[in-house]
């Protein structure tokens, strides 16, 4: 078991840095000039070239590169705003609670209504309380989360006054910016949840459970829910990358000072640092998510461990 989640752990190495080279690769080779929109139109030639020289863009790919990764991976330094000129990392680390609380909100919703409507779905197969799970979970699916987040503050905010419309502050500036990005994670947690489990509660052991005269729900909770679990726990692996990912539209709605929102900022300002910085950060959140997976894997399903202590004793053997 330590050998499969030392492996994991090693495997984040190579992505992380993989998804470093490619984002500063992108942002290397987009067009347009970050000077120009620094320093304005009015800029004088001399002036570009005084500033691009101070800011190390007239190095080669090579070298930029080198001096980054080196920045991140010796000091983890992952430079200054050219725009705020202020460092790139103090402004992540203030801003990431705020965006992993969105996420971790959003995940609890995923899993809390999620799995018992794609539960209900699959027990009452082709009843209505399937029909009335699939249609919300298809509208989930359809509907993309920035227009369900304009929805709901033209009708809670505007229309009912019950919610805040944007800005930071208690729980209650959450529930709105959450609903909108957990809404289509929770359609396809529902869906897959409904698909494992009718797999499952159609096998030849669940029928002889019943046969035994077993109680549905232990049926349910205690044979067919544990062997249905992987790819549930799959999609909700996924499911927090999406929510990650959401955020960088969720948060400008809403005007949340969160790592996506200064994601767009950087975007729309051309500085590079802040891109590819937040780029990282949510790929370095997305990854550890995934080992987490990973290990529930591990705990969940018995092959796993199988695997590595049959591998085990056959080097001792040997």
């Given amino acids: 078991m330590g050998r499969y989640i030392l492996k994991r752990i090693f495997w984040l190495i190579p992505v992380v840095l993989g998804v470093?080279?490619?984002?500063?690769?992108?942002?290397?080779?987009?067009?347009?000039?970050?000077?120009?929109?620094?320093?304005?139109?009015?800029?004088?030639?001399?002036?570009?070239?005084?500033?691009?020289q101070d800011l190390g863009l007239d190095d080669p790919y090579l070298v930029r590169l080198g001096k980054f990764v080196g920045g991140i991976v010796l000091h983890f330094d992952f430079g200054e705003s050219w725009v705020y000129h202020t460092p790139v990392t103090t402004e992540l680390m203030?801003?990431?609670?705020?965006?992993?609380?969105?996420?971790?909100?959003?995940?609890?919703?995923?899993?809390?209504?999620?799995?018992p409507l794609g539960i209900i779905a699959a027990v009452n197969h082709n009843g209505w309380g399937d029909r009335i799970s699939m249609f919300i979970a298809l509208f989930g699916i359809s509907m993309p989360n920035?227009?369900?987040?304009?929805?709901?503050?033209?009708?809670?905010?505007?229309?009912?006054?019950?919610?805040?419309?944007?800005?930071i502050g208690g729980?209650?500036?959450?529930?709105?910016?959450?609903?909108?990005?957990?809404?289509?994670?929770?359609?396809?947690?529902?869906?897959?949840?409904?698909?494992?489990?009718?797999?499952?509660?159609?096998?030849?052991?669940?029928t002889t459970a019943r046969a035994k005269g077993m109680s549905e729900m232990r049926i349910l909770l205690k044979?067919?829910?544990?062997?249905?679990?992987?790819?549930?726990?799959?999609?909700?692996?996924?499911?927090?990358?999406?929510?990650?990912?959401?955020?960088?539209?969720?948060?400008?709605?809403?005007?949340?000072?969160?790592v996506?929102?200064?994601l767009v900022g950087g975007i729309n300002t051309r500085d590079y640092n802040i891109v590819q910085s937040?780029?990282?950060?949510?790929?370095?959140?997305?990854?550890?998510?995934?080992?987490?997976?990973?290990?529930a894997y591990a705990f969940i399903d018995p092959r796993i461990k199988g695997q590595f202590a049959g591998t085990k004793r056959r080097k001792q053997n040997a």
């Fill in 20 to 52: 470093t080279i490619l984002i500063f690769t992108i942002m290397y080779f987009i067009p347009g000039d970050p000077v120009k929109m620094m320093l304005g139109p009015d800029s004088t030639a001399e002036q570009m070239d005084a500033k691009r």
């Fill in 94 to 115: 203030h801003r990431l609670p705020r965006t992993l609380t969105i996420a971790v909100i959003c995940i609890l919703m995923q899993i809390i209504i999620g799995i």
């Fill in 146 to 167: 920035f227009w369900i987040a304009l929805m709901l503050v033209l009708f809670f905010s505007l229309k009912l006054g019950w919610l805040p419309p944007y800005g």
């Fill in 171 to 206: 729980l209650e500036y959450y529930i709105l910016p959450c609903i909108a990005n957990a809404f289509p994670c929770i359609a396809t947690q529902a869906r897959q949840t409904r698909s494992s489990m009718l797999e499952v509660i159609r096998s030849d052991y669940i």
């Fill in 223 to 258: 044979h067919a829910l544990p062997n249905a679990l992987l790819p549930v726990i799959t999609v909700i692996g996924n499911g927090m990358g999406m929510m990650l990912a959401g955020t960088v539209v969720i948060e400008s709605i809403f005007s949340i000072p969160g």
């Fill in 260 to 262: 996506g929102m200064y």
């Fill in 278 to 295: 937040s780029v990282i950060f949510l790929a370095l959140a997305f990854t550890l998510v995934m080992l987490l997976v990973d290990l």
